[in-house]
């Protein structure tokens, strides 16, 4: 496909990516790592692009994260294959594609938090010949899956028992504390849920089994988990696009990704109305923010058009305009896209497809 | 493909469709505009799926209206060419794609509401040889698009004069009151925004120009548009699948979709966490419900969880049992997802790929 010269050439609405932004996020994150035991193994969710991951990969990163079996399917089909799914994988039909990766290379570990959980993976993974990594999943505090470091210890001891299955080490996500706009608050908390994440690393090495991988950690948090001694690796994912959200918490990565729209229509004042809907961007933190027209805001979307209010001196935008926003929130924008265009200034370098887009499993 | 036998062999998050509720809703509204002058010309934002919009087609819906050019390339691939997009199709690259459909014998008819989109459509239309179809898209209380009836007589005026584009009729959606619960309040709003319409007509007409379509409608004001004298056809989508808000109107159509989910974790108790998160059901019109567990609700939802809150006696749920949900904003929800489980009680009927899915342009 012959890619458009500059970004006036793209349909939109499109989403853009800053190319000297996103690698520079990348490499202050492996420069973060560089000297430290403890290594990042960027959450895919984020992006679902191949290419950001192989970017990120090349910078140093341990491995990739998943939320899911589909992502996980793209990127072994891309020929990465050191996976963490931070999650649950529950059912015979999601477990069978699980053995499809492993039976193809793929070192695939799973999260488990429960004896039904691990009894099934453990039946179906050595009926089928393969061997599969799990970690036990510690609940650091966020109301969400994972249990108490004393039940941990039950879970590691029946994994050790569990044919096919071996135990590779602990995870616990801070999932309630890695958006906290209070800085104090947000690394006192963090280190009351590493503390526990720890605590569990403990009780079941005194029990007589060895815990490789502790994973844990936030772009929110990254710089506690990453120097807690115990921890071994991060899950960050959002620090390589970001959004509004994570850059009130003045953590020094830039927002490399915006939304371009067209203004459609502005026939009814106070409005200006652009084609960059809920079906484009996501609002369930926020409505995404106008760059560049002080006097003039988001203020609503429908499925398929922005409502921008101009409170001020009306900005000098005519129907045919094009204007960006910044996402609110970054995973579940890109989640709605189907590419992203990567951009040097107003040039276009590449179009990446979001490859692990909209897949519901 | 093969099918799977029943709603237990499909992996999850899914989304099931109960093709008799489906159909039954079809019918009804076919039913209703039996004996009208109007006709229903379903909006296919709702459910994307070409399957979908024949089942209509057959009911003897006019045509389709759609919300972007990338809707109507899917359905123009699959034969369906009677097309409204009730939107402003603005930008060289979007009209370019429009001329693709027009040079294909697609009828394809769009909104405007501004003297420079009529300039840039008959400009570019004209020079590629094709005829447009075009409406005036009128306000009728939306802060949205549209103009007020005076100001669409100088658009109709303009549109007679250009190259290119021929003046169909014109539009006007009551979005700001389809979705109000007080019937009395929806139904007296509905009547003022098609008197506003029916106004703007009358102007034109006045003005010596023809108009044949008169569009507007939506689920919740269906009756009352499509029996409002002058109005020709009536946009409404969501009354196929149906969701929880629009099921508090008593309209009489059936929620004909439910989100298909395992349970992953029981850990954290009081919480129940199942693999349907907001990256599989939208959230900006409220939770999605969980069926048939009184004393449980859902509370929250991760991107990739749903946070299931027990209040009462609890469920009597193990980890791997299924649970369903009715989603809150249907739209938004099929967007998000690949394919539709076409369901008769238990059994799998058919897979429907949302081929429309998903498109940002």
Same mark, same amino acid.
């Given at each position: 496909?012959?890619?458009?010269?500059?970004?006036?050439?793209?349909?939109?609405?499109?989403?853009?990516?800053?190319?000297?932004?996103?690698?520079?996020?990348?490499?202050?994150?492996?420069?973060?790592?560089?000297?430290?035991?403890?290594?990042? %193994?960027?959450?895919?969710?984020?992006?679902? +692009?191949?290419?950001?991951?192989?970017?990120?990969?090349?910078?140093?990163? %341990?491995?990739?994260?998943?939320?899911?079996?589909?992502?996980?399917?793209?990127?072994?089909?891309?020929?990465?294959?050191?996976?963490?799914?931070?999650?649950?994988?529950?059912?015979?039909?999601?477990?069978?594609?699980?053995?499809?990766?492993?039976?193809?290379?793929?070192?695939? @570990?799973?999260?488990?938090?429960? !004896?039904?959980?691990?009894?099934?993976?453990?039946?179906?993974?050595?009926?089928?010949?393969?061997?599969?990594?799990?970690?036990?999943?510690?609940?650091?505090?966020?109301?969400?899956? #994972?249990?108490?470091?004393? @039940?941990?210890?039950?879970?590691?001891?029946?994994?050790?028992?569990?044919?096919?299955?071996?135990?590779?080490?602990?995870?616990?996500?801070?999932?309630?504390?890695?958006?906290?706009?209070?800085?104090? $608050?947000?690394?006192?908390?963090?280190?009351?849920?590493? +503390?526990?994440?720890?605590?569990?690393?403990?009780?079941?090495?005194?029990?007589?089994?060895?815990?490789?991988?502790?994973?844990?950690?936030?772009?929110?948090?990254?710089?506690?988990?990453?120097?807690?001694?115990?921890?071994?690796?991060?899950?960050?994912?959002?620090?390589?696009?970001?959004?509004?959200?994570?850059?009130? $918490?003045?953590? #020094?990565?830039?927002?490399?990704?915006?939304?371009?729209? +067209?203004?459609?229509?502005?026939?009814f004042a106070p409005f200006i109305i652009?084609?960059?809907?809920?079906?484009?961007?996501?609002? !369930?933190?926020?409505m995404?923010?106008l760059?560049?027209?002080?006097g003039a805001r988001l203020v609503m979307?429908? !499925?398929?058009?922005g409502h921008i209010l101009v409170e001020g001196?009306?900005?000098?935008?005519?129907?045919?305009?094009?204007?960006?926003?910044?996402?609110?929130?970054?995973? +579940?924008?890109?989640?709605?896209?189907?590419?992203?265009?990567?951009?040097?200034?107003?040039?276009?370098?590449? %179009?990446?497809?979001?490859?692990? %887009? #909209?897949?519901?499993?």
């Amino acid at each position: 496909m012959k890619l458009p010269g500059t970004k006036y050439d793209i349909d939109t609405p499109s989403l853009l990516v800053d190319y000297r932004k996103l690698t520079g996020n990348i490499q202050k994150m492996a420069a973060f790592f560089q000297d430290k035991s403890a290594k990042v %193994r960027p959450h895919f969710k984020t992006n679902k +692009t191949v290419e950001i991951a192989r970017l990120q990969l090349k910078a140093g990163a %341990r491995g990739i994260t998943c939320a899911k079996v589909g992502e996980a399917e793209v990127l072994v089909k891309a020929g990465i294959k050191d996976l963490l799914i931070a999650n649950e994988i529950v059912g015979g039909i999601k477990i069978r594609r699980l053995i499809r990766l492993l039976k193809k290379g793929a070192e695939v @570990k799973v999260a488990v938090d429960s !004896e039904e959980n691990i009894r099934e993976l453990s039946d179906l993974v050595s009926r089928a010949g393969v061997r599969l990594g799990v970690l036990v999943e510690i609940n650091v505090g966020l109301p969400r899956c #994972g249990v108490s470091p004393e @039940k941990g210890v039950e879970l590691a001891r029946l994994i050790e028992q569990s044919p096919g299955l071996t135990l590779r080490g602990i995870m616990g996500y801070e999932g309630h504390i890695v958006l906290s706009e209070d800085k104090k $608050l947000r690394e006192e908390e963090c280190r009351k849920s590493m +503390t526990k994440l720890i605590r569990a690393k403990e009780l079941i090495e005194q029990d007589g089994h060895q815990v490789g991988i502790v994973s844990g950690g936030g772009t929110g948090t990254y710089y506690i988990t990453g120097t807690f001694s115990g921890v071994t690796e991060v899950q960050a994912g959002s620090y390589c696009l970001m959004d509004l959200r994570y850059d009130k $918490l003045g953590l #020094g990565f830039e927002k490399a990704l915006t939304i371009r729209s +067209t203004v459609i229509s502005k026939s009814f004042a106070p409005f200006i109305i652009t084609d960059a809907g809920e079906k484009t961007m996501s609002i !369930e933190f926020g409505m995404p923010e106008l760059i560049g027209h002080p006097g003039a805001r988001l203020v609503m979307l429908s !499925e398929e058009h922005g409502h921008i209010l101009v409170e001020g001196k009306p900005p000098e935008l005519k129907v045919g305009d094009q204007v960006e926003f910044y996402p609110s929130h970054i995973c +579940t924008t890109v989640n709605l896209n189907n590419r992203l265009w990567v951009l040097d200034g107003e040039k276009v370098l590449d %179009r990446w497809e979001i490859a692990a %887009r #909209g897949m519901s499993q």
